[in-house]
């Protein structure tokens, strides 16, 4: 059974950093791409970043680039979110998200959420 | 970046209703395009990829439709238990976007 365990996140104030961890067990994780999705309280889904199975290409919405960190570790099964210089909107439940094949972005499996406030 | 737009932005059905929800890419994305159903407090859920492919489990009532710009959710027969908030997706090119959602409510 494919489960995704996301941890990290809390309460940090303007332009503090966390890193947001997604333990992922059940499938042959360093074959898939993974990716981070968040939502704002009360708003849509917003795709973050990806990074491919062996963390060869790695992509990051423009809201996000030069701030955050996307990463890997294929010996744990563990994905990585480095957040810094963190502001008001960023603020959201972060998830992160399995692709349903190795190639395809569509994401079939999605763990529970993390929730970052960014508050004063 | 590829915007999605979708529409309507809520809509109000009666259980047994037949239900359409469109969404329309800023350009073509052939059929890379998926939608997921959302409930409050809980993960998405994918429910057709590939533009018009059910994703494995999900109930026959849903089905899509389109390519290029254009696309089409549509529940045939709206049953309690779909009451939610839907999205679609373009995985046609990084940035991943989605569209805006649409919150199917009971009428």
């Known amino acids: 059974e494919v489960q995704l365990v996301e941890s990290g996140g809390g309460l940090v104030q303007p332009g503090g950093s966390l890193r947001l961890s997604c333990a992922a067990s059940?499938?042959?994780?360093?074959?898939?791409?993974m990716s981070w999705v968040r939502q704002a309280p009360g708003k849509g889904l917003e795709w973050v970043s990806v990074i491919t199975g062996s963390g060869g290409s790695i992509y990051y919405a423009d809201s996000v680039k030069g701030r955050f960190t996307i990463s890997r570790d294929n010996s744990k099964n563990t994905l990585y979110l480095q957040v810094n210089s963190l502001r008001a909107e960023d603020t959201a439940v972060y998830y992160c998200?399995?692709?349903?094949?190795?190639?395809?972005?569509?994401?079939?499996?999605w763990g529970q959420g993390t929730l970052v406030t960014v508050s004063s | 970046d590829i915007q999605m737009t979708q529409s309507p932005s809520s809509v109000s059905a009666s259980v047994g209703d037949r239900v359409t929800i469109t969404c329309q890419a800023s350009?073509?994305?052939?059929?890379?395009l998926a939608w997921y159903q959302q409930k409050p407090g809980k993960a998405p859920k994918l429910l057709i990829y590939a533009a018009s492919s059910l994703q494995s489990g999900v109930p026959s009532r849903f089905s899509g439709s389109g390519s290029g710009t254009d696309f089409t959710l549509t529940i045939s027969s709206l049953q309690p238990e779909d009451f939610a908030t839907y999205y679609c997706?373009?995985?046609?090119?990084?940035?991943?976007?989605f569209g805006g959602g649409t919150k199917v409510e009971i009428k």
């Open positions: 997706q373009q995985a046609n090119s990084f940035p991943l976007t």
């Open positions: 059940g499938f042959t994780f360093n074959s898939y791409a």
């Open positions: 998200a399995k692709g349903r094949t190795v190639t395809t972005p569509y994401f079939e499996y």
């Open positions: 350009q073509g994305i052939s059929s890379w």
